[in-house]
């Protein structure tokens, strides 16, 4: 069972739903698993919870 982890900005139901499914399809296609194989996880991170270069995403 081939897993997908996926980790940025928190999205709604609406594009977290089309990300599973375009990436999921596009990986069966391409690795020729079925798409019934795959798990999708989607890890939301808030932006006050990231930084890059030491320097808050807020404060960009």
């Known amino acids: 069972m081939p ?22 399809q596009l990986a069966s ?8 194989a795959y798990i999708v996880f989607i890890k939301e991170n808030p932006y006050e919870n990231m930084a890059q270069g030491g320097v808050s995403f807020l404060k960009n």
Do not use: R, W
Request: proline share 7%.
């Open 29 to 36: 296609d391409i690795m020729n698993i079925p798409k019934e």
């Open 3 to 24: 897993v997908i982890t996926i980790e940025g900005p928190v999205l709604s139901f609406e594009k977290k739903e089309k990300l599973a499914k375009e990436i999921t």
